[in-house]
């Protein structure tokens, strides 16, 4: 029986949790940007130590999603250093076609999940960073605004981590929200960006569906895309096919509240990655996540039916497997001092903090209609060093998904390649904080950390 509301509590007796760890750099999560952050962190000399609760590292990057924005509005890759090493190492591997330009995401990337794991292994054990795999960050201890250490679970039960200087990147924003520091979540109100649980088909035939797109583009045309674009081109985002969906959905074999068709080609001929579940709810609380996500994986089986039946080049696909669990867009985002806004980003305003650069424009999955609004600045926007340091917090950094930013804000820089050059950045400023002996992440000489994130690469 689930209670409603939790009116009796339990006290559990007091314990004493073995510190099994002590580091320089502690990074919760092993995601998009928390891999960067550690490499960044071990590469400059700290003693790092990455947290990560499932059997490997890779976070949404292994969802099947291709890389978007990871080249600026001139065709010029904005996302360089420790993102651009790992994107070349799965290119070189076969695991990525390399980058295509389109005007609906500036580019993209399709990404094989498995290189991609094994990329990012590779170079973590290159870099020196010890990897915790299989441990969930359940908690943290602080004491006069640092955070002294984590708490984790696992199979060897419950320890705790300690650390000088921490960085949450777990998307959620869990680390810091343990911490006691301020977040935000949703829009006003209160409403978060829908998840979706993605899936791959293999069986495709997609010179058949490139043929129908060009012939028929009022039914299977993708937003913003010419035509010819799927033509000349084997690897390609569909984002629209409207007519063909609106049928489903009169004839009764489509009811999701959903109304584009997402698939994105995959670097193995046939194979293409679906974005279609959708469904609203708070991924921060168990019951919410389990719900959507049992929903979802039923839903899963909607989506094939309807590309089987309507989309040309569809008749013979089958599902391949479905990710390891759903994807979040959006939840947690943590307080900092600053906080981006969508205006930061729609005139591309410039910081003298910069430390990383994006393309990425504003891609706002409506919480309450089955659409998605995208608003394009003309040129790339900086993120400054103030979104990644947390409110009340010493030796606290955020990264990835629950930066410092607004709803809307969120929607844009939430990317992965993004999240890529924000993990670099963080993890830069940690070890520089721990190399200096400073007493606070404030204290970081940004001209330093700049010069630092050059040297390794960085575009900034
Ligand atoms: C459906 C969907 C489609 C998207 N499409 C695209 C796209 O096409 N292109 C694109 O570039 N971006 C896309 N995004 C956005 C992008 O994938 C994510 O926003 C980005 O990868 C987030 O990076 P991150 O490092 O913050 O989080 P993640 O990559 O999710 O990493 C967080 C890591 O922390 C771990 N973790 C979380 N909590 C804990 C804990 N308590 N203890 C231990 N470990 C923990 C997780 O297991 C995970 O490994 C999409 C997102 C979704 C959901």
């Not at 201890?141 to 650390?163: M, Q, W």
């Not at 829009?187 to 129908?212: C, I, S, W, Y």
């Amino acid at each position: 029986m689930t209670k409603e509301q939790v009116q009796e509590w339990i006290t559990e007796p007091a314990r004493q949790t073995p510190v099994r760890y002590e580091y320089d750099v502690v990074v919760a999560g092993g995601g998009t940007a928390g891999v960067c952050a550690a490499i960044a962190s071990a590469r400059l000399g700290a003693e790092t130590i990455l947290v990560e609760r499932y059997a490997f590292c890779g976070g949404n990057a292994t969802l099947y999603l291709p890389l978007l924005g990871f080249l600026d509005q001139q065709g010029n890759e904005v996302i360089k250093g420790i993102g651009k090493e790992i994107v070349d190492r799965v290119i070189e591997l076969g695991g990525c076609v390399g980058h295509g330009r389109d005007p609906l995401h500036v580019s993209y990337a399709p990404i094989d999940p498995e290189i991609y794991k094994r990329v990012v292994i590779e170079m973590l054990e290159e870099a020196g960073v010890h990897v915790l795999l299989h441990s969930l960050v359940v908690g943290a201890r602080t004491d006069g605004g640092r955070v002294t250490h984590l708490l984790i679970e696992n199979k060897s039960g419950r320890s705790a981590v300690a650390g000088k200087w921490f960085i949450d990147a777990t998307g959620d924003g869990d680390l810091a929200v343990f911490a006691g520091a301020p977040w935000e979540k949703g829009n006003a109100h209160g409403k978060m960006q829908p998840a979706t649980l993605m899936f791959r088909m293999g069986g495709v035939d997609l010179k058949e569906t490139r043929l129908a797109i060009a012939a028929q583009p009022e039914r299977y045309g993708s937003d913003l895309m010419p035509p010819e674009h799927f033509v000349k081109n084997s690897s390609f985002i569909v984002v629209g096919m409207r007519q063909a969906l609106e049928d489903a959905k009169r004839e009764g074999r489509f009811s999701l509240h959903n109304n584009r068709v997402i698939f994105i080609t995959q670097p193995r001929e046939g194979e293409v990655a679906v974005n279609m579940t959708r469904v609203l709810m708070d991924a921060t609380d168990a019951d919410d996540l389990s719900r959507a996500e049992m929903q979802s994986r039923k839903d899963v089986w909607e989506v094939e039916r309807f590309l089987r039946e309507y989309i040309p080049g569809f008749q013979n696909a089958y599902v391949i497997d479905t990710a390891h669990r759903l994807g979040i867009r959006e939840t947690r985002r943590i307080m900092g001092e600053y906080v981006l806004t969508a205006d930061d980003i729609m005139q591309s305003r410039r910081f003298e903090d910069c430390i990383a650069v994006a393309s990425y424009p504003i891609d706002l999955h409506d919480p309450s209609g089955p659409d998605c609004t995208l608003q394009h600045p003309q040129d790339t926007y900086d993120i400054p060093y103030r979104c990644l340091i947390v409110r009340e917090m010493k030796n606290l950094l955020v990264v990835g998904r629950c930066i410092s930013a607004t709803h809307e804000a969120l929607a844009a820089v939430r990317v992965m390649p993004t999240g890529m050059a924000l993990g670099h950045a963080g993890g830069a400023a940690a070890a520089i904080a721990e190399k200096r002996g400073l007493g606070d992440v404030r204290e970081v000489d940004v001209a330093e950390l700049r010069n630092t994130l050059l040297a390794q690469g960085a575009r900034l």
